[in-house]
């Protein structure tokens, strides 16, 4: 039999969502073709337009009353009433206040990825790309690193000019303190709060902008790491860390991934050939930790997730050592055929597909990793013990996806973050994982990366417990855009954490001699932001087809002073590809 086509070696639809085999103009037209515009309509009134016009009219409706209903309103809740108000206030903020700053911190951070990271990203590199190629030509890292740091500053300016120009063009239009006339006039006040909200949203815009290239010009820039031959003489106590990221499974035996299409590898044929590898390397010289940093699955389903697991199964040493968290793939791809795809905001998949994610990693490393109570401010139960109150709820969510039980998943999900494997001894090595996915119901917009501040709280409160311990903080977004060379500005921008410069801040002054291990970007890169060591992860199963070779590394620890441990060599293990 002599078929037309191969079905084994896929066709266009497998190219469908492909970054390598489209390009980004072409999968823009996709989306616009095939997004649904009712859904469309729908989220954008619930996070952008509804809030806008609130925060328009919030200046105005505020005016009035202080003006004329303060003083009625003092006088009728004198006394008692005082007494209940005042006791109200307090119990919503006693019992609600967490979550209403999760709400708006996440709501903060979205705008500022959807606004006015894209643009400021898109100047910050191209001004680099420029400078780098007129006036970094041979130049060592030190003058590359300055003229990051310029250009992360010129970027921010030019980007916060245009939101100043509309400031200025709008503000005629603008209307702060109010009467009650202008509750008579609804027409007049919808057009007030649509000029306030555009204005504050600009101010905000430009300050952003600004602050955001201040914040990027005034950090520590990243530099390459060069290992020196005298590392081989660090402490004699050493940990053995195999790191991978973005294996990316899929769930068929002849299925692509999402972003290579068919210039990746088809099934999980060679992830099976990392496991016996890591097994055989384990054989020969033991390995403490397996550590994958997001992106396990394509796009989280239940059968990609299966097939992990059928792939681990033969390597129980490998198992016994393993640590995964969750990659944007894992939690936020809506739909791995269409880019299009949007899930309103109460919608259960997302939910759903963080349950098939704490599935397994309770499955994984449930009873070695330890949760922080936030409260008690101290390290709390294992993640088993955290999961058993609420494993009957997880059950019944996951079988039947009812939406009245969206926001308990959702709550217990933020709750359980970073995740931390303890040292053995107080003097040990410690590993913190943190989920740094940003809240997204779009295809298009999953790869967006954030850390909380209450996750890095909690960072804190893990590392303080073990104050003489050396520490890997594992994330699966990219903490800085890498100090490399490019032949193209598209190489340039990433989707790296949007409060990337904040984060990098606070982990040197929490952690100050972390070695910071991700993936995400499938950059075979390590570095230095500072006192951090970055490492970042290429995938063993991307940016190949099966004949060419992949990597991941092997990585060896020292203990150093004051917990800060010493990064020695790492070896290099490639996985050769098959033929045809």
């Given at each position: 039999?002599n078929?037309?086509?191969?079905p084994r070696?896929g066709d266009a639809e497998?190219?469908a969502s492909?970054?390598k085999?489209?390009?980004l103009?072409s999968?823009a037209?996709?989306l616009l073709?095939?997004?649904s515009f009712?859904?469309?309509?729908v989220a954008w009134?619930?996070?952008i337009?509804l809030?806008?016009?609130?925060l328009g009219?919030a200046?105005v409706?505020?005016?009035?009353?202080l003006?004329?209903?303060s003083t009625?309103?003092?006088y009728?809740l004198?006394?008692?009433?005082?007494?209940?108000v005042?006791a109200?206030?307090v119990?919503?903020?006693w019992?609600?206040g967490?979550r209403?700053?999760?709400?708006?911190?996440?709501?903060f951070?979205?705008?500022a990825?959807?606004?006015?990271q894209?643009?400021?990203a898109?100047?910050?590199?191209a001004f680099?790309?420029l400078?780098e190629?007129?006036l970094?030509?041979?130049?060592?890292q030190?003058?590359r690193?300055?003229?990051?740091?310029?250009s992360?500053?010129v970027?921010?300016?030019?980007?916060?000019v245009?939101?100043?120009l509309?400031?200025?063009?709008?503000?005629p239009?603008?209307?702060?303190?109010?009467?009650?006339?202008?509750?008579a006039a609804p027409?007049?006040?919808?057009?007030?709060?649509?000029?306030?909200?555009?204005v504050?949203?600009?101010?905000y815009?430009a300050?952003a902008?600004?602050?955001?290239?201040v914040?990027?010009?005034?950090?520590?820039?990243p530099?390459t790491?060069?290992?020196a031959a005298?590392d081989?003489?660090?402490?004699p106590?050493?940990?053995?860390v195999?790191h991978?990221?973005?294996?990316?499974?899929?769930?068929e035996?002849?299925g692509y991934?999402?972003?290579?299409?068919r210039?990746?590898?088809r099934?999980n044929?060679r992830?099976h050939?990392?496991?016996?590898?890591?097994?055989?390397?384990?054989?020969a010289s033991p390995?403490?930790?397996?550590?994958i940093?997001?992106?396990?699955t394509d796009?989280?389903?239940?059968?990609?997730?299966?097939?992990f697991f059928?792939a681990?199964?033969?390597?129980p040493?490998?198992?016994a050592r393993l640590?995964?968290q969750p990659?944007?793939h894992d939690v936020?791809?809506?739909d791995?055929?269409?880019?299009a795809?949007l899930?309103?905001?109460?919608?259960?998949?997302?939910r759903?597909?963080q349950v098939?994610?704490?599935s397994?990693m309770?499955?994984?490393?449930?009873?070695?990793?330890?949760?922080?109570d936030?409260?008690a401010?101290?390290?709390g139960?294992?993640?088993?013990e955290?999961l058993?109150?609420?494993?009957?709820m997880?059950?019944s969510?996951a079988?039947?996806?009812?939406?009245?039980?969206?926001?308990?998943v959702?709550?217990?999900?933020?709750r359980l973050?970073?995740m931390?494997l303890?040292?053995e001894?107080?003097?040990?090595?410690?590993?913190v994982?943190?989920?740094s996915?940003?809240?997204s119901?779009f295809?298009?917009?999953?790869?967006l990366?954030?850390?909380?501040?209450?996750?890095m709280?909690?960072?804190e409160i893990?590392v303080?417990?073990?104050?003489?311990?050396?520490?890997?903080?594992a994330?699966h977004?990219?903490?800085?855009e890498?100090p490399?060379?490019?032949?193209q500005?598209s190489e340039r921008i990433?989707t790296a954490?949007v409060n990337?410069s904040w984060?990098?801040?606070?982990?040197?002054?929490?952690?100050?001699?972390a070695v910071v291990?991700?993936g995400?970007r499938?950059i075979?890169?390590i570095?230095?932001?500072?006192?951090?060591?970055v490492v970042?992860?290429p995938?063993?199963?991307?940016e190949?087809?099966?004949?060419?070779?992949?990597c991941?590394?092997?990585?060896?620890?020292?203990?150093?002073?004051a917990?800060?441990p010493v990064?020695?060599a790492?070896?290099?293990?490639?996985?050769?590809?098959?033929?045809?």
């Amino acid at each position: 039999m002599n078929p037309i086509t191969d079905p084994r070696r896929g066709d266009a639809e497998d190219d469908a969502s492909s970054t390598k085999q489209r390009s980004l103009l072409s999968l823009a037209g996709s989306l616009l073709a095939e997004i649904s515009f009712p859904k469309l309509i729908v989220a954008w009134i619930l996070l952008i337009g509804l809030p806008g016009l609130l925060l328009g009219v919030a200046p105005v409706l505020s005016s009035i009353w202080l003006s004329t209903v303060s003083t009625k309103m003092a006088y009728a809740l004198s006394g008692v009433w005082s007494a209940l108000v005042l006791a109200a206030v307090v119990a919503i903020g006693w019992f609600g206040g967490q979550r209403l700053f999760r709400i708006a911190e996440g709501s903060f951070w979205a705008l500022a990825s959807l606004a006015v990271q894209p643009l400021y990203a898109f100047a910050r590199e191209a001004f680099r790309h420029l400078a780098e190629a007129v006036l970094a030509r041979g130049a060592g890292q030190a003058r590359r690193a300055r003229l990051r740091a310029v250009s992360a500053a010129v970027a921010g300016a030019v980007v916060a000019v245009p939101a100043v120009l509309l400031i200025v063009w709008l503000w005629p239009s603008t209307h702060w303190v109010g009467t009650m006339a202008d509750l008579a006039a609804p027409g007049r006040l919808a057009l007030t709060a649509v000029a306030n909200g555009a204005v504050l949203v600009a101010g905000y815009f430009a300050a952003a902008a600004l602050v955001w290239g201040v914040a990027d010009a005034t950090m520590d820039q990243p530099k390459t790491l060069h290992f020196a031959a005298g590392d081989a003489a660090a402490g004699p106590r050493r940990w053995r860390v195999a790191h991978l990221s973005d294996i990316h499974i899929v769930g068929e035996r002849w299925g692509y991934r999402i972003e290579c299409g068919r210039s990746g590898p088809r099934g999980n044929d060679r992830l099976h050939r990392v496991f016996a590898r890591l097994d055989a390397i384990h054989a020969a010289s033991p390995l403490d930790l397996v550590l994958i940093t997001g992106d396990v699955t394509d796009a989280g389903r239940s059968a990609e997730w299966a097939e992990f697991f059928d792939a681990l199964a033969p390597y129980p040493a490998i198992a016994a050592r393993l640590l995964i968290q969750p990659g944007n793939h894992d939690v936020n791809v809506v739909d791995r055929a269409n880019p299009a795809r949007l899930d309103l905001p109460f919608s259960p998949s997302k939910r759903l597909r963080q349950v098939r994610a704490l599935s397994a990693m309770a499955a994984v490393q449930g009873g070695r990793v330890r949760v922080v109570d936030l409260p008690a401010q101290t390290l709390g139960p294992t993640l088993d013990e955290a999961l058993a109150p609420h494993r009957k709820m997880l059950r019944s969510f996951a079988d039947t996806g009812a939406v009245r039980k969206v926001t308990a998943v959702g709550d217990l999900w933020a709750r359980l973050f970073p995740m931390v494997l303890p040292p053995e001894t107080p003097d040990g090595l410690g590993v913190v994982l943190l989920d740094s996915n940003a809240d997204s119901h779009f295809s298009f917009t999953n790869a967006l990366g954030l850390v909380s501040t209450e996750q890095m709280r909690r960072v804190e409160i893990a590392v303080e417990a073990y104050p003489e311990a050396s520490w890997i903080v594992a994330l699966h977004h990219h903490v800085v855009e890498y100090p490399m060379p490019a032949k193209q500005l598209s190489e340039r921008i990433g989707t790296a954490l949007v409060n990337g410069s904040w984060f990098v801040r606070r982990l040197q002054r929490g952690v100050p001699g972390a070695v910071v291990m991700h993936g995400h970007r499938h950059i075979d890169w390590i570095g230095t932001c500072g006192a951090l060591r970055v490492v970042s992860a290429p995938s063993p199963v991307m940016e190949a087809t099966d004949e060419r070779d992949t990597c991941f590394y092997v990585h060896t620890l020292a203990a150093g002073e004051a917990g800060r441990p010493v990064m020695l060599a790492p070896e290099r293990i490639v996985i050769p590809g098959v033929g045809p």
